[in-house]
């Protein structure tokens, strides 16, 4: 079994880029009315319950009206 450590200098930029777009795509549902598809309520449970890349990105594809 390998060391963790030797993943650490992929795996920490990638926990940092989901956690920016996470922290993103609430910021964005939080502060905005309107959706193409769906209601906050929707957009914050698809959010938080797919926390991975999923979720934030279903959200700025589907969910995020263009301005």
Do not use: C
Request: proline share 4%; no cysteine.
């Amino acid at each position: 079994m390998e060391n963790i450590s030797e993943y650490l200098p992929f795996l920490i930029p990638l926990a940092a880029a989901q956690l920016a777009l996470l922290g993103y795509a609430l910021h964005h549902i939080l502060t905005h009315d309107t959706y193409k598809r769906g209601s906050r309520g929707l957009w914050l449970a698809v959010v938080i319950v797919l926390m991975g890349f999923i979720g934030p990105i279903l959200y700025f594809l589907l969910g995020k009206e263009d301005a």
